[in-house]
């Protein structure tokens, strides 16, 4: 009796576009079984000869009858344009086995209802500090691809809490993928513990959905806490368990954050190959302040004072300005219109007098590109880490 050994097609999930999928099928030369394929949830059969689902069986035309001439069989299938599910089977005709099997093979395929989204934005922990950060969103189809620019402007807040200016930090010039990174959370099932068989360095999750190599453990709930930064070494996707690089102690239950930075590790999460600028263009605006009363001291009279910082990291400069010592901005009484400063040198200063802060600002703008190969299934975020590239000024009170 001739067998059939099984029936190969890709059964990942489709874009919302007209797709094309190749099958094939292997078996013994004349091994006989029947195909169709129908939309799940309706009446519509694929017609083999128009290559469409018109509503109801047309037939010979929905069924695919093969008596195999060779040990493959080749073909393809046109699924239309929008969201639907689809069920393929090959029914084996008498005389014919399926290895292991016996009589059927059924496979399942999704397609997706619309384009995914991705959107960028700027994220801190220190959100009274800024004003509402600007995004950018890029939507394509599964597999896609795509690229866009961006043109940020990251503004200090103005408020007497937090409107101390915002200070760079580093080789802002360096703005490269480590800054980037995408972020879930999951629930351990089961506690992890040093002393466990496995040295604490294996942990079970309920769901493996947007964990990749590479991602690490940035978070955990509870009264639990993190023995270093824990990275994701190896998945075993039967058991859903994650080998980690230290050893941890977890209590069962508790939620994980995870968090994949730069393009690999993100990759390696959401299954979509993105690439920043390695050099953004990064742009800021020199701060000014007049004074709103003569006078000498340490003491200065400001016109308001929002987006500049004191603890002695902010120098100044401008017409009268006396930098023969150390001159840094030590605090800062914060006002909207009104307001002073100390400085660490004794000051004789107009009403007027224009003076210029250096290397604090209330805006800087960061633009660059962005390019994406494989978009997601499903809409996700990526977050520019703002903690990583700037200092937000403090009062220095």
């Known amino acids: 009796m001739p067998n059939i050994n099984n029936l190969l097609i890709d059964t990942s999930e489709m874009p919302t576009l007209e797709t094309v999928r190749k099958f094939k099928v292997n ?3 004349g091994a006989e079984f029947v195909m169709h394929i129908i939309e799940n949830g309706t009446n519509k059969y694929y017609n083999f000869s128009t290559k469409t689902f018109p509503t109801g069986h047309s037939g010979k035309d929905s069924d695919l009858r093969v008596k195999m001439s060779g040990e493959i069989y080749r073909g393809e299938i046109v699924f239309p344009a929008g969201a639907a599910t689809y069920t393929i089977q090959l029914i084996v005709l008498p005389g014919t086995e399926i290895i292991g099997n016996k009589y059927v093979i059924s ?10 989204e991705i959107t960028f934005t700027a994220v801190t922990a220190n959100t009274d500090n800024y004003v509402t950060f600007p995004t950018k969103t890029s939507s394509g189809p599964l597999n896609g691809s795509g690229k866009f620019d961006f043109d940020w402007n990251v503004t200090n807040a103005s408020s007497d809490a937090g409107g101390y200016g915002l200070r760079l930090t580093g080789n802002y010039q ?8 995408f972020t879930t959370t999951e629930t351990v099932n ?5 002393s466990d068989v496995n040295g604490g360095l294996k942990v079970i999750v309920d769901d493996l959905t947007d964990i990749g190599v590479n991602s690490f453990v940035s978070a955990v709930s509870g009264g639990d806490s993190l023995n270093g930064t824990p990275y994701v070494l190896a998945i075993d996707v039967e058991t859903k368990t994650l080998t980690l690089n230290l050893a941890q102690t977890f209590t069962d239950g508790v939620t994980l954050t995870f968090k994949a930075r730069g393009s ?3 990759s390696n999460a959401i299954g979509s190959t993105i690439t920043f600028s390695q050099y953004p263009k990064v742009t800021t605006t020199r701060v000014s302040k007049t004074v709103r009363a003569g006078g000498s001291g340490t003491t200065v009279n400001l016109n308001g004072t929002y987006g500049i910082g004191g603890g002695d990291f902010v120098s100044i400069s401008g017409v009268g300005i006396d930098n023969s010592a150390s001159n840094k901005v030590t605090s800062i009484s914060a006002s909207s ?17 224009v003076i210029y802060f250096n290397d604090i600002y209330q805006v800087i703008n960061f633009a ?3 390019k994406i190969k494989n978009y997601p299934s499903v809409d996700k975020t990526i977050y520019l880490d703002l903690d990583q590239l700037i200092t937000v000024g403090i009062s220095g009170l």
Do not use: F
């Open 27 to 29: 078996g013994e030369v």
């Open 337 to 353: 219109g009104a307001g002073s400063m100390v400085v660490e040198n004794s000051q004789t200063l107009t009403a007027g007098t």
């Open 368 to 370: 660059g590109s962005i």
């Open 107 to 116: 496979k399942s395929i999704t397609q997706q209802s619309a384009d995914a």
């Open 190 to 194: 089961g506690a992890v513990s040093p």
């Open 264 to 266: 690999q590790a993100i």
């Open 174 to 181: 360096e703005i490269g993928e480590k800054y980037w990174y």
